[in-house]
C-alpha cells in the first residue's frame, strides 16, 4: 500500500495532491538547462500506484499523446492511490526527434543504470530509483521504429502469469510473449517484482489515433482492475471482445534489395506461401515476390519502400485460433492505418 507522503526528486506529494514534479537532468552543452517532467496524482484515499511511461525512445510520440489525455482527465480526486505519468522519458531525444540520445545511446538498453556513468546511464540511474521504485505496477509505451508500423500490442514475459493476467486485462487487440531485452526499462522493473507491461502500438513521429486511443483505454482497464479508479470507462471507449495470445512472431526479410511493395496491410490475415509483397529493380521491369512462410496476423510493417537485401518487411504474429482472431479482426474493421476508424 501505498505511503502517506510521497517524496520524488526532494518533492513531497500529500494525498489529494496533483503535482508536476521537474526532475532536474544534465544540463546540454550549450548551458541550457533540462527537466523531466513528472505528474504525480494522488487521490484522496489509500490504494495501489501505477507508474506509465512514455518516449523511452524520443522519438515514439504515440505514448507522449496518450498521457497528455490521461492527466487532462478530471475526477481523479475520487480515485484511491496514485497515478505517476512521465509523459517523456528521453527529453533529449524527444528535442531532436530521434530515437536515441544525443550520444547515441539507447536508453532502453541502459537500464537499471548508474549514478557515474554515461548520460543514458545516469538518466537510466533516476527513472530507475526515483520514480519507478514508488509503482506497484507499470506500463511502458512504445511505438514502431523508424518506417516500422505495429498493430496495437502489448508484450509481456509469458513466465509470469501475474502479468499476463494484466495484459488481458489492458485488452490491446493482440499479446505477444516477448522476453525481455537486457537493459531494458521493462527488464528492471519486473526485476523488483512489480508487473510490467510494454504497449507498442504505431509508428514513431506520428500520431496514430487507434493505437493511441487503444492506450488510454487500456490504461484506464489498468487502473480499474488494481482498484485505482472506481467509475465507469466513458462509452467512447467501447471494448473489444478481448486480447488474443499469439503463440509466436516471425519476421519476414527482404530476400533482395530494391523498391518494395506491400500487397497486405496491418491487422491482415496471411496464408502460408501467400504473395504479400513485392521488391522490384528501379531499373527495369525485374520483379520478386515476397511469400509468407507460415499462416498468421501483420502486427508490424516496413512502410519505407527503399531496401535493402535483409530489411525486415512484415512482423507476422501466428495463432493456434486463427481463423477466430481473422473474424474478430474483420468485425472490428480493425485497420490501424485509417485514423478516421472509431470501433473503440
Ligand atoms: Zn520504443
Redesign the pocket.
Known amino acids: 500500500m501505498e505511503r502517506e507522503i510521497f517524496e520524488i526528486h526532494g518533492e513531497k506529494v500529500s494525498r489529494g495532491e496533483n503535482k508536476t514534479i521537474m526532475v532536474k537532468l544534465p544540463s546540454l552543452y550549450g548551458c541550457s538547462p533540462l527537466s523531466m517532467p513528472v505528474h504525480v496524482i494522488r487521490g484522496k484515499k489509500p490504494g495501489k500506484t501505477l507508474c506509465v511511461t512514455a518516449a523511452?525512445?524520443g522519438d515514439?510520440i504515440n505514448g507522449v499523446e496518450i498521457v497528455r489525455r490521461l492527466i487532462k482527465r478530471k475526477g481523479y480526486k475520487k480515485f484511491c492511490g496514485t497515478l505517476i505519468t512521465v509523459p517523456i522519458v528521453n527529453v533529449y531525444g524527444f528535442l531532436y526527434q530521434n530515437?536515441y540520445l544525443m550520444d547515441r545511446r539507447d536508453l532502453?538498453r541502459s537500464f537499471p543504470g548508474s549514478k557515474i556513468g554515461s548520460l543514458a546511464s545516469r538518466l537510466a540511474y533516476i527513472i530507475t530509483n526515483e520514480i519507478v521504485s514508488h509503482a506497484d505496477c507499470h506500463i511502458d509505451l512504445?511505438?514502431g521504429?523508424l518506417h516500422r508500423n505495429n498493430l496495437p500490442q502489448i508484450r509481456v514475459d509469458g513466465r509470469c502469469e501475474k502479468t499476463v493476467d494484466l495484459a488481458k486485462v489492458f485488452n490491446a487487440p493482440v499479446i505477444l510473449k516477448a522476453q525481455e531485452r537486457e537493459g531494458s526499462l521493462r527488464k528492471t522493473v519486473e526485476s523488483k517484482g512489480v508487473a510490467s507491461l510494454l504497449y507498442?502500438a504505431g509508428e514513431c513521429l506520428r500520431f496514430d489515433e487507434t493505437s493511441i486511443r487503444v492506450g488510454v483505454r487500456g490504461i484506464f482497464r489498468v487502473m480499474q482492475h488494481l482498484g485505482i479508479i472506481t467509475s465507469k470507462i466513458s462509452k467512447n471507449y467501447l471494448e473489444l471482445s478481448g486480447s488474443f495470445i499469439a503463440s509466436s512472431s516471425y519476421w519476414i526479410r527482404s530476400p533482395y534489395s530494391g523498391i518494395f511493395r506491400a500487397l497486405r496491410g496491418l491487422g491482415k490475415t496471411v496464408k502460408k506461401g501467400e504473395v504479400i509483397g513485392l521488391i522490384g529493380s528501379p531499373l527495369d521491369n525485374n520483379e520478386s515476390s515476397v511469400e509468407a512462410p507460415a499462416s498468421g496476423i501483420i502486427i508490424g510493417i516496413n512502410n519505407l519502400p527503399l531496401v535493402h537485401e535483409g530489411s525486415a518487411l512484415f512482423n507476422i504474429a501466428c495463432f493456434e485460433e486463427l481463423q477466430q482472431v481473422e473474424k474478430e479482426f474483420q468485425s472490428m474493421n480493425y485497420i490501424a492505418t485509417d485514423t478516421h476508424i472509431e470501433y473503440i
Open positions: 523511452v525512445h515514439e530515437r532502453n512504445h511505438s521504429s507498442e
